[in-house]
């Protein structure tokens, strides 16, 4: 069997595990947009802020379903995998002739299909509660592969966790630290109006906040080269590193079997 | 009170010699405050946003409530683990009177919430947190969140008896979660939007939390409402929780 068929049958398996658990996919479809309700809702006064960018806070923060969507997707299939090799799954994987590039790439196509199953459905409910993007329906299908390119580099790292632990609790505990790079960023206030310096500087330094500002630029602003270049460039850099340091622990996960 | 004081010592020692339990339930509620409090600090400006003792303060007193009712959860989580694990079941076979299994469950959960609490206070202190409530008022303030803090373990222990899984942690975790952040988090109930404010004015929390900040602006309002209020959740959870654990008993532990 060639490369192709080995990635398509892994990664089949990877969407339809994913899928046959509904805890998986209906929280990060629900609890973003909860959060993002709760947000807009309490924080919608902060638009009379001076200097604050849009005259609607569901606008401006439309950006972070998206991200926190990707983080949930990383951290599931990252513990899909894991249970793969608790269960000893991979070891019984590397008795075949399966090639290793297909694990990964299987996995991956899994985390690509949720997390544009995703995006697609936080970009119908931004359209049905009367978001309206500036960049137009071009920005919208920017947005859509932006967002799916995020999920594919975040998906990478909880493979690598997955890869380098072998352990569900250990890709588990990324969650939190995912969680405080997302709440560490502008995803709240645009870095400008963020009074503490410290956590200004603090999201100044998360490659987070480009993300969601990448995002959030195609929604109320229009075209902003700076903060796509930013935004697609830092999401293509994580991708690379993690496939690489994914790529190198599958090597050493599949050695130590 | 032999059983529960067991209990809640079991409870107490596994939670202080195992980091992975340990850890997030004091990293948690640091990591809410500093996000909330460091990075919405401008929101102070926010027209119509008066608040004397300033946003950390008012910040504060909602992490505050949120690590109680959250120490509550995560002690539910144990309370499943020791049904995965059989223990309760060995339990139930010693104790003359088994509602002292929930008694020390209650004391677990406020015996990790206090270690939670004085670390968040000695931080939000050290940050230049400003007070304007005397000794009586933030007695008061912390009493209300003990209250809270059986809200949650009750809850959770409700939940955990009845459904003796790991797969109780999203039921234990959400309705909490979801009670404190329809809640004016990050300003007052006057500035939330409008379909926001409507649950709040419902919420129970709302009271609880506005009354807590009055505490702690030195303003005190509302506070026979707000302990009458939340002595009359931790009725209703104790009736709860009693009777997850008559549940848990006719299943044999």
């Known amino acids: 069997m060639t490369l192709a068929p080995q990635v398509f049958y892994l990664g089949r398996r990877s969407l339809i595990r994913i899928l046959r658990q509904p805890a998986n996919w209906i929280f990060p ?75 990964l790439a299987g996995h991956l196509g899994g985390v690509i299909a949720i997390g544009a199953l995703q995006a697609l459905w936080y970009l119908t409910v931004g359209l049905a509660i009367g978001v309206r993007f500036e960049s137009g329906a071009l920005g919208a299908f920017v947005i859509f592969l932006l967002a799916v390119l995020i999920v594919f580099a975040f998906g990478t790292f909880g493979a690598l966790a997955a890869l380098r632990t072998g352990s569900t609790e250990a890709v588990h505990s990324l969650f939190p630290l995912f969680f405080v790079f997302l709440f560490i960023s502008s995803m709240n206030l645009p870095r400008n109006l963020i009074e503490t310096e410290w956590f200004r500087v603090a999201a100044s330094l998360n490659p987070v906040s480009y993300l969601i500002e990448a995002i959030r630029s195609l929604v109320i602003e229009g075209w902003n080269a700076e903060a796509l270049a930013l935004g697609f460039g830092i999401a293509i850099a994580l991708s690379i590193i993690g496939l690489t340091l994914s790529s190198l622990a599958l090597r050493g996960r599949m050695a130590r079997t | 009170m032999n059983v529960a004081g067991a209990v809640a010592w079991r409870m107490l020692h596994n939670n202080f010699s195992t980091p992975s339990l340990l850890i997030p339930g ?19 400006d926010v027209p119509g946003f008066q608040f004397s003792v300033g946003y950390t303060a008012f910040q504060f007193v909602f992490v505050l409530l949120q690590s109680a009712a959250f120490a509550g959860v995560f002690t539910g989580f144990g309370i499943v683990r020791d049904f995965e694990s059989g223990f309760i079941r060995r339990l139930m076979l010693a104790a003359p009177d088994r509602r002292g299994i929930v008694l020390g469950y209650l004391f677990g959960a406020l015996g990790r919430w206090i270690v939670t609490a004085t670390v968040l206070t000695i931080v939000a202190v050290a ?62 109930v006057a500035l939330l939007a409008d379909w926001l404010r409507v649950i709040a004015h419902l919420n129970p929390v709302t009271l609880l939390l506005e009354t807590g900040r009055s505490m702690i602006a030195g303003d005190a309002t509302h506070v026979a409402a707000a302990f009458a209020t939340a002595l009359a959740l931790v009725g209703i959870f104790s009736i709860w929780a009693l009777r997850g654990l008559r549940k848990a008993e006719a299943a044999g532990g």
């Open chain 2, 26 to 44: 004091l990293v948690f509620p640091l990591f809410f405050f500093t996000a909330f409090a460091g990075g919405l600090s401008r929101v102070n």
């Open chain 1, 29 to 103: 479809l629900i609890f973003p947009l909860a959060l993002m309700a709760v947000n807009t809702g309490g924080l919608h006064a902060a638009t009379n802020l001076p200097g604050f960018p849009s005259d609607s806070f569901v606008a401006f923060f439309l950006a972070f379903p998206f991200i926190q969507g990707a983080l949930f997707a990383t951290v599931n299939a990252g513990v899909d995998l894991a249970r793969d090799i608790q269960t000893g799954f991979l070891n019984r994987l590397a008795l075949t002739p399966m090639q290793s590039t297909a694990l």
């Open chain 2, 127 to 188: 940050v230049g947190m400003k007070v304007g409530g005397n000794g009586v008022d933030l007695f008061a303030l912390y009493a209300l969140a003990v209250l809270v803090n059986f809200c949650g373990l009750l809850w959770a222990a409700g939940v955990a008896m009845r459904l003796r899984s790991v797969q109780a942690g999203p039921l234990m975790q959400m309705p909490v979660f979801l009670c404190l952040f329809f809640a004016p988090v990050f300003v007052p």
